[in-house]
Antibody
Framework: EVQLVEAGGGLVQPGGSLRLSCAAS????????MSWVRQAPGKGLEWVAN????????YYVDSVKGRFTISRDNAKNSLFLQMNSLRAEDTAVYYCARSPWGGPFDYWGQGTLVTVSS | DIQMTQSPSSLSASVGDRVTISCRASQSISSYLNWYQQRPGKAPKVLIYAASSLQSGVPSRFSGSGSGTDFTLTISSLQAEDFATYYCQQSHSTPRTFGQGTKVEIK
């Protein structure tokens, strides 16, 4: 069974940093585009970033450009999201998801909550 | 960016009802349209991809149609486990965008 397990969420002050990770298993991680998607409390879904199989292409939603960095380690079947200069509006549950180019987000993790507050 | 607009934002229905949710894209996305179901406290789950293809394991009472800018998700006979929030999402271009969601509640 495909598994995606996020970790690294927590409470952080505005302006602080946090690094999320996502451990993948039971699919060929190195052959998959991967994404981060977030959901603010009581709100809808927002795609945050995605990364190509070999890490050579990365894309971001405008609101996080220059602050967030997506990366991956195919040897460890892991996806990461480095979040800097965090703002209150970044408070959300962050999901990692497999996201084939042109296709749906077909596998999702359980999510990790990031709370930005003083 | 492509804007996705769902209607209605919420609806009340009874078990056994036929339910239809609409999704409109701000520009043509061909058939690059996906539908998700999200139950409270859970991750979203893909129901329909490429506008009308049923994801493996999803009950056949779910169906999708449309192309270009106008799309529809239909639940032919609503079941108790279908009370949830539904989102459309375009995978035509980056940024990948979602509709605002449609909450299906019990009448």
């Amino acid at each position: 069974e495909v598994q995606l397990v996020e970790a690294g969420g927590g409470l952080v002050q505005p302006g602080g940093s946090l690094r999320l990770s996502c451990a993948a298993s039971e699919f060929i991680f190195s052959s998959s585009w991967m994404s981060w998607v977030r959901q603010a409390p009581g709100k809808g879904l927002e795609w945050v970033a995605n990364i190509k199989q070999d890490g050579s292409e990365k894309y971001y939603v405008d609101s996080v450009k220059g602050r967030f960095t997506i990366s991956r380690d195919n040897a460890k079947n892991s996806l990461f999201l480095q979040m800097n200069s965090l703002r209150a509006e970044d408070t959300a549950v962050y999901y990692c998801a497999r996201s084939p180019w042109g296709g749906p987000f077909d596998y999702w993790g359980q999510g990790t909550l990031v709370t930005v507050s003083s | 960016d492509i804007q996705m607009t769902q209607s209605p934002s919420s609806l009340s229905a009874s078990v056994g009802d036929r339910v239809t949710i609409s999704c409109r894209a701000s520009q043509s996305i061909s058939s690059y349209l996906n539908w998700y179901q999200q139950r409270p406290g859970k991750a979203p789950k893909v129901l329909i991809y490429a506008a009308s293809s049923l994801q493996s394991g999803v009950p056949s009472r779910f169906s999708g149609s449309g192309s270009g800018t106008d799309f529809t998700l239909t639940i032919s006979s609503l079941q108790a486990e279908d009370f949830a929030t539904y989102y459309c999402q375009q995978s035509h271009s980056t940024p990948r965008t979602f509709g605002q969601g449609t909450k299906v509640e019990i009448k």
